[in-house]
């Protein structure tokens, strides 16, 4: 077992404090569902769980927060890293218009468990989401999209911006155009997650922190989970364990269907007052269309700008530097602001760019995979497997597999992505 390393001293910690205590597991325990992984995705299934009647036991490897869901940009979108005209011309179009709405419907959830759960203070907005083109060619691609998605889809929440308007927006000249998507939004990721938390405790769900999953033994009708403090016995387990399933051999079989991916961001101080009112001035989230997507917000009068490419397990200066370098490239006027946070965490890939969610057998079932948009989704996802262990009506589409997947060479996944990560940034730097 790989031990999680603390919470990242990010901007999100830092507005929250240390948060509620939960304490570790130290004794045995019995339940009918155990989850592994204290996350979004395991969070929302165990809501539903013990919403179903059944006891629910969470084991969170770190202190809460300390994975992805409290890490994130804290972008709440309605789509997956697979474009759904891509997912048209494979599958046919009455996938695609299912896929769109399981996409739209994820937001919705979020929003339905915020007001069902009374969770206070999230920070959420549904403010929409800007798509910035960097290039004529981007720009054509994005509004081509736009039209199939309102003229195939019925997508009505879509609206073309020229340069000029996406300029008065973002206060940067670097853009030629983009697309507007009203229905996404953003929040505060951490406080979102530790109000998860204290509504699962306070339904009778069975939350433990710093207890890692060591293994998991299926034998005579019932599954063990043995942990440092005592061991877990439940009929069955779902694995939320995401981009850390690498962190315990109780989770190997779904980290070898994964690609982990580090991404990492930057926040400044806050702005002077000039640079807050022309910068970002309707402070929603907005992502740009390189190959190496670079997405920025504003949060609490500060810049956040954040992206892919920061490789290893550990944060790395050089990621860092290359993420500010980018955002001076795009908004000059940050030049001289200095940066006051810098933190990343790890994203879970996917080789057909969707979720998977499944049973690796009769008592263990998982989802994973969310290729950095499951700020949503992941929830969604969470709520809809427990729904489907339960024999709840539900819809994953695209996300069900009737096994788990496995990522093909995978002991050369750390240098295929290297690679890749190389050829994207010689393609974006030479405007291709």
């Known amino acids: 077992m790989t031990t999680l390393p603390p919470p990242a001293k990010s901007l999100w910690r830092d507005q929250i404090g240390s948060g509620a205590d939960f304490p570790a597991l130290t004794r045995d325990i019995s339940c009918d569902l155990a989850i592994v992984g204290g996350g979004y995705t395991g969070l929302h299934a165990a809501l539903t769980l013990a919403a179903a009647g059944l006891s629910v036991v969470v084991l969170e490897a770190g202190i809460p927060g300390t994975g992805g869901s409290g890490g994130n940009g804290g972008v709440v979108s309605a789509k997956f890293r697979r474009g759904f005209a891509e997912i048209a011309k494979s599958e046919g179009i009455d996938m695609a218009r299912r896929m769109h709405n399981i996409a739209t419907g994820s937001v919705d959830h979020l929003i339905r468990s915020i007001d069902d759960l009374d969770l206070k203070d999230t920070g959420f907005r549904k403010d929409g989401a800007l798509k910035c083109a960097h290039s004529a060619k981007a720009f054509d ?95 069955r387990v779902l694995l939320a364990t995401n981009a850390y399933s690498w962190l315990t051999s109780a989770a190997k079989p779904v980290a070898r269907s994964l690609v982990p991916f580090r991404s990492a961001m930057i926040a400044t101080e806050p702005l002077s007052e000039d640079l807050d009112r022309r910068l970002l001035a309707k402070a929603r989230s907005y992502t740009e269309t390189r190959r190496m997507m670079r997405w920025f917000r504003k949060v609490d009068g500060r810049v956040i700008f954040g992206g892919r490419g ?102 050369l996944r750390a240098v295929a992505v290297r690679a890749t990560t190389s050829y994207y940034e010689m393609l974006d730097a030479i405007g291709m």
């Open 141 to 235: 691609h994005a509004r081509q999209e736009a039209d199939w998605l309102r003229n195939t889809l019925g997508d009505t929440g879509l609206q073309v911006l020229d340069a000029d308007a996406v300029a008065a927006e973002t206060g940067s000249s670097h853009f030629v155009g983009g697309v507007l998507q009203n229905g996404a939004g953003t929040i505060q990721p951490l406080a979102y997650l530790l109000q998860l938390w204290a509504a699962a405790q306070a339904r009778g769900i069975a939350l433990f922190s710093q207890t890692s999953a060591l293994s998991i033994d299926e034998r005579q009708g019932q599954v063990r989970i043995p942990t440092p403090g005592g061991t877990v016995t439940a009929d």
């Open 310 to 411: 920061a490789l290893g397990a550990v944060d790395a200066p050089a990621a860092f530097q290359r993420l500010a370098t980018a955002m001076v490239k795009i908004f000059p006027d940050l030049r001289e602001t200095p940066i006051e946070h810098r933190w990343s965490g790890q994203v879970a890939l996917t080789f057909d760019g969707l979720p998977h969610a499944g049973a690796m057998s009769p008592r263990v079932t998982f989802a994973a995979g969310f290729n950095g948009t499951g700020v949503a989704m992941s929830g969604f996802v969470g709520d809809q497997i427990a729904r489907q262990m339960t024999g709840q009506h539900h819809d994953l589409g695209m996300i069900a597999r009737a096994s788990l997947p496995k990522v093909p060479f995978y002991p």
